[in-house]
């Protein structure tokens, strides 16, 4: 027989090695932890006999309904709402912590549900989230959740709460749940675009270091007692509610403060508490005490910056022809004493409207005399700033300003840039200061 005409035989290749099957378990855990969602996590289960139950002891579970559909009717959008919740109960009653098996460490639950008749949704509050966060680590919780009793969530430590519309009295059972109460041991809290919270008094635990509150619009009021609160961010709230004292907040350890407001609509201010000790803002030196063009806002947030000891202040002077006609008034007086302050950087800005040159030492001295402890001293002038010709000017408000004295006996270096030899600059450099 030809061995010529005998077909080839071939030497099979060694099978690939399995590299997720060599890993440990807790590796594995590691990358189930990271897939999208609970469902994909679930199928795990039918890849082999080890991981048929892996998935029980994966650390993070993400449940989310997806995109609001706009064609369901409320009932439907309630009824796939409570499927949600019940995989969400049915998957978490699987954590038998009590025999052995680990806590969940970050558990997303997302829906977009509003009950025509009550607004929060407290029958649909998972109860698997409620034996969950009352162990677990940092869930992070995407829909709104009913008030509980004391110690409900004792380990819940990262919460976000966003895009959920409130009905009467759900306010209220908001501020049960975020209490010191219900949650001992929250440590960052988030509330962002949420209508219908129209009073906030948060009783936070010591726990709480972050808090951010965004797009709150409806709101009128706000109380907030955290001592242990270091990092807080304010956006989107309205400027009435600050200027009108109307937001208290006791934090004694604050280090960093975020606050943006809007004048106008073109108008977006933010001022910022670093963390290092600095804090930025505008001021302005002229306004509406009774409207929206005041240091109401500026003057809210200075109070809580008692952890600076640097602030760098634009000092913006408004006289355009349609203020001046307004008769605006000046609204430094509106900022409160700061004896933390050592380190003082002005930057005197008029606006891009001011007709004709004014004068700028009145409303410089005046914010200059609310810190008595400054070592350093910077002033930045604009080039639009020179001597007034309009002797009824708000400009030169106060009269008699050049014959006060300041005293500043901590005063060590005084830095003056974009100085030009008008009076008025001359008059704010010769005042008795008395260093």
Same mark, same amino acid.
């Given at each position: 027989?030809?061995?010529?005409?005998?077909?080839e035989?071939?030497?099979p290749p060694?099978?690939?090695?399995?590299?997720?099957?060599?890993?440990?378990e807790?590796?594995?855990?590691?990358?189930?932890?990271?897939?999208?969602a609970?469902r994909d996590?679930v199928?795990?289960?039918?890849?082999s006999?080890?991981?048929r139950?892996? &998935?029980t002891?994966?650390?993070?579970l993400?449940?989310?309904i997806?995109?609001r559909n706009?064609?369901?009717?409320?009932?439907?959008?309630a009824?796939?709402?409570?499927?949600?919740?019940?995989a969400?109960?049915?998957?978490?009653?699987r954590?038998?912590v009590?025999?052995g098996a680990p806590?969940?460490?970050?558990?997303?639950?997302n829906f977009?549900?509003?009950?025509?008749?009550?607004?929060?949704?407290?029958s649909l509050?998972?109860?698997?989230f409620?034996?969950?966060a009352?162990?677990? *680590?940092?869930?992070?919780?995407?829909?709104?959740?009913?008030?509980?009793?004391?110690?409900?969530y004792?380990s819940l430590?990262d919460?976000?709460?966003?895009?959920?519309c409130l009905?009467d009295?759900?306010?209220v059972r908001l501020?049960?749940?975020?209490s010191?109460t219900?949650?001992?041991s929250?440590?960052?809290?988030?509330l962002?675009?949420i209508?219908?919270?129209?009073?906030l008094?948060?009783?936070a635990a010591?726990t709480?270091e972050?808090?951010r509150?965004?797009?709150?619009?409806?709101?009128?009021?706000?109380e907030?007692d955290?001592?242990?609160l270091?990092d807080l961010?304010?956006k989107?709230?309205t400027?009435?509610l600050m200027?009108?004292a109307a937001a208290r907040?006791? *934090?004694p350890?604050?280090?960093?403060l975020?606050y943006e407001?809007r004048?106008s &609509?073109?108008d977006c201010q933010?001022m910022?508490?670093?963390?290092?000790?600095?804090?930025?803002?505008r001021v302005?030196?002229?306004?509406?005490?009774?409207?929206?063009?005041n240091n109401?806002a500026?003057a &809210?947030?200075l109070?809580?910056?008692?952890a600076a %000891?640097?602030?760098?202040?634009e000092?913006?002077?408004e006289?355009d022809?349609e203020?001046?006609?307004?008769g605006?008034e000046?609204?430094?007086?509106?900022?409160?004493?700061?004896?933390?302050i050592?380190?003082l950087r002005i930057?005197?800005a008029?606006?891009t409207?001011?007709m004709d040159t004014?004068a700028?030492?009145a409303?410089?001295t005046?914010?200059?005399a609310?810190f008595?402890?400054?070592?350093?001293?910077s002033i930045?002038?604009?080039?639009?700033a020179?001597?007034?010709?309009n002797?009824d000017?708000?400009?030169?408000?106060y009269?008699? &300003?050049n014959?006060k004295?300041?005293?500043?006996e901590r005063l060590r270096? *005084? %830095?003056?840039?974009?100085f030009?030899?008008?009076?008025?600059?001359i008059e704010?450099?010769s005042i008795?200061v008395n260093?």
């Amino acid at each position: 027989m030809d061995s010529t005409n005998l077909p080839e035989t071939t030497t099979p290749p060694p099978p690939a090695d399995d590299m997720i099957s060599g890993l440990t378990e807790d590796l594995l855990l590691i990358i189930l932890g990271f897939l999208p969602a609970a469902r994909d996590v679930v199928r795990t289960s039918a890849l082999s006999t080890r991981w048929r139950n892996l &998935w029980t002891l994966a650390p993070a579970l993400r449940f989310d309904i997806g995109q609001r559909n706009l064609r369901l009717t409320d009932d439907a959008e309630a009824a796939a709402a409570g499927r949600l919740v019940a995989a969400v109960d049915s998957v978490l009653a699987r954590r038998d912590v009590d025999a052995g098996a680990p806590d969940v460490k970050d558990l997303e639950i997302n829906f977009v549900f509003r009950s025509v008749e009550s607004g929060l949704p407290t029958s649909l509050a998972p109860r698997g989230f409620a034996r969950c966060a009352s162990r677990s *680590a940092a869930p992070t919780v995407g829909v709104p959740v009913a008030g509980a009793g004391a110690d409900a969530y004792r380990s819940l430590a990262d919460l976000l709460l966003s895009n959920v519309c409130l009905d009467d009295g759900d306010g209220v059972r908001l501020c049960n749940l975020l209490s010191s109460t219900s949650c001992p041991s929250l440590r960052r809290l988030e509330l962002s675009v949420i209508t219908g919270l129209t009073i906030l008094r948060l009783d936070a635990a010591a726990t709480l270091e972050e808090l951010r509150l965004i797009g709150l619009r409806d709101m009128e009021q706000m109380e907030v007692d955290a001592p242990g609160l270091r990092d807080l961010t304010v956006k989107g709230i309205t400027v009435h509610l600050m200027a009108a004292a109307a937001a208290r907040i006791a *934090a004694p350890r604050l280090q960093a403060l975020a606050y943006e407001y809007r004048r106008s &609509w073109d108008d977006c201010q933010l001022m910022v508490l670093d963390g290092e000790r600095t804090a930025k803002l505008r001021v302005l030196s002229h306004g509406d005490p009774a409207g929206k063009h005041n240091n109401g806002a500026a003057a &809210w947030f200075l109070q809580h910056c008692a952890a600076a %000891d640097r602030l760098d202040i634009e000092l913006k002077m408004e006289f355009d022809e349609e203020k001046l006609h307004a008769g605006i008034e000046d609204v430094i007086k509106d900022i409160p004493k700061l004896p933390n302050i050592t380190d003082l950087r002005i930057t005197v800005a008029m606006s891009t409207d001011t007709m004709d040159t004014h004068a700028i030492g009145a409303s410089t001295t005046k914010l200059i005399a609310k810190f008595s402890r400054i070592e350093y001293l910077s002033i930045d002038i604009d080039k639009k700033a020179g001597d007034c010709t309009n002797f009824d000017c708000k400009c030169e408000q106060y009269k008699g &300003w050049n014959n006060k004295m300041i005293p500043l006996e901590r005063l060590r270096i *005084a %830095d003056i840039r974009n100085f030009l030899p008008f009076d008025d600059q001359i008059e704010l450099l010769s005042i008795d200061v008395n260093f």
